[in-house]
């Protein structure tokens, strides 16, 4: 099946006597194309599933596969290749270059990957295209998100991570946001997948799944999410 599949991932830490266990032998898969959401308290393991899934953290028991590549099995080299040409991340604070403008912050992204989308027709999508000369810090806090989106999504991704992507915005930016990150889902028909401690935005989730102390408490798929713009909180 492509999409996203864990099985049996465990992600132990070791503090001196004490092992913590951020994600605790936890297993299920998303279908390739859905709007999946990540719920849970802070510390539940949320990030730590994300970062697993991007390659920049690997576990310390079980499997994980992306569109059928096991990239548990990966060396450091062919997870360089796969944080550079598979994943697109999304933070909390954007991330652009502060000296160059948003354009060029997508066009480098563009040129360390294989398949790379034409720069302003992402530009284009995110709603930028007008913004695109200016300087991140000439850019509001909504727009820089934008600006991390189109980067994230020029590379052509198999799947976009986005870890609490609305975290520093004010309630109807994150909610423009949000409904992006939706649309893009739809028209791309890429795994997205968004993490959060929000519980209100479960009903926007193709899939839902929430996490407590490094467990799976429940899995949902929705079949009729509703849109961001209709929910409040
Ligand atoms: N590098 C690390 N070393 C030790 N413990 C860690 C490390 N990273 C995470 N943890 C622990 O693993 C648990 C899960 O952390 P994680 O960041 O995945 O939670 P989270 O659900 O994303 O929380 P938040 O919403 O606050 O970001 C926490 O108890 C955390 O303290």
């Given at each position: 099946m492509s999409g996203v599949r864990l099985e049996h991932v465990s992600r132990e830490y070791i503090m001196g006597k004490t092992v913590i266990?951020?994600?605790?032998?936890i297993s299920f898969a998303i279908p390739e194309g859905k709007y999946t959401i990540i719920l849970g308290a802070s510390g539940a393991g949320k990030s730590t599933v994300l970062n697993i899934l991007g390659g920049m953290d690997s576990p310390t028991g079980g499997k994980v596969f992306v569109n059928e590549k096991e990239i548990s099995s990966f060396n450091k080299r062919q997870l360089t290749q796969y944080r550079r040409e598979s994943i697109g991340f999304v933070f909390q604070f954007y991330n652009l270059m502060p000296n160059l403008t948003v354009e060029e912050n997508v066009e480098l992204a563009s040129q360390i990957c294989k398949n790379p989308l034409d720069t302003r027709q992402v530009l284009r999508m995110v709603g930028l295209d007008d913004r695109r000369r200016n300087f991140p810090a000439q850019c509001s806090g909504g727009e820089q998100q934008r600006g991390a989106i189109a980067r994230a999504l020029a590379k052509n991704p198999d799947v976009l991570l986005c870890d609490e992507p609305t975290g520093a915005l004010d309630y109807v930016t994150g909610k423009a946001i949000l409904a992006l990150l939706y649309d893009l889902c739809r028209q791309s028909k890429k795994t997205v997948v968004v993490v959060t401690h929000n519980g209100a935005l479960a009903p926007t989730g193709d899939v839902v799944i929430r996490m407590k102390s490094g467990k799976i408490e429940s899995f949902t798929e929705n079949p009729n999410p509703t849109p961001v713009q209709e929910l409040e909180w």
């Open positions: 266990k951020a994600v605790d032998d």
